[in-house]
């Protein structure tokens, strides 16, 4: 008996989809800081306020894990009064990486994202909706992040949809990236910056390569 190829080509395509559909019911659900970036978050904020003590103790936090996949929920935010802790997915810049981001950068102009700790700002309605102005608090690492406008907004990017797609199209399972900024998705984006506007940091942990940290130090010697 001959058998008909489109028959084939129609069970490997839902073959395809079932495959991605058990992919995306196990990965959409996970969620993951790594105790080492939560133990250096804990630290860079405790040292900071040590070291200013006219300012007030911080009762949230948040923590990025770069080291962390992007279809993961890899932003907490700690009410470190309660101990209660609000997951989220947030995209990194598009030059920082694909599914992880491994490249990171202080410069102008570098479209990548920045680690260490910034110190949340007043909240704004910008191009994206509303947002939240970050100021960079690490002299190697993000001092000018208020300069770059590297801030905490929304996009449509970061979403399910956008997870399948990629998925399908076998970019993985990745949400979208941005310029620079820590970007979370249009659902959340209020609650977030609801939290973090009442003084709270944020606190971006990733591995950063030595031969990184010398490409960002010849691109700041030209300018």
């Not at 929920?73 to 990194?92: C, N, S």
């Not at 970050?134 to 406008?149: M, Q, T, W, Y």
């Not at 979208?176 to 944020?202: A, T």
């Amino acid at each position: 008996m001959r058998k008909n190829p489109l028959s084939f080509a129609a069970a490997a395509i839902a073959g395809l989809i079932l495959a991605s559909s058990i992919v995306a019911a196990f990965t959409l659900t996970m969620q993951k800081v790594s105790d080492k970036a939560m133990a250096k978050a804990e630290i860079a904020v405790t040292e900071y306020i040590a070291s200013r003590p006219h300012l007030p103790t911080p009762r949230y936090l948040a923590v990025v894990d770069y080291t962390q996949p992007s279809f993961m929920k890899r932003m907490v935010v700690i009410d470190r009064e309660t101990g209660l802790q609000f997951w989220y997915r947030v995209a990194h810049a598009g030059k920082s990486g694909s599914l992880f981001a491994r490249t990171f950068s202080n410069v102008q102009g570098s479209n990548l994202s920045s680690l260490g700790l910034f110190k949340a700002g007043n909240a704004y309605n910008g191009d994206h909706g509303i947002a939240l102005r970050l100021h960079g608090l690490d002299p190697s690492k993000n001092s000018n992040a208020f300069e770059r406008d590297i801030v905490l907004h929304a996009a449509d990017y970061v979403s399910i949809p956008i997870i399948l797609e990629n998925l399908l199209t076998f970019n993985g399972p990745r949400i979208g990236r941005s310029q620079g900024c820590f970007v979370v998705s249009r659902s959340h984006i209020k609650e977030v910056v609801d939290i973090l506007s009442r003084g709270g940091y944020l606190y971006a942990y990733g591995k950063e390569s030595g031969s990184t940290r010398k490409k960002d130090q010849a691109m700041s010697n030209e300018y």
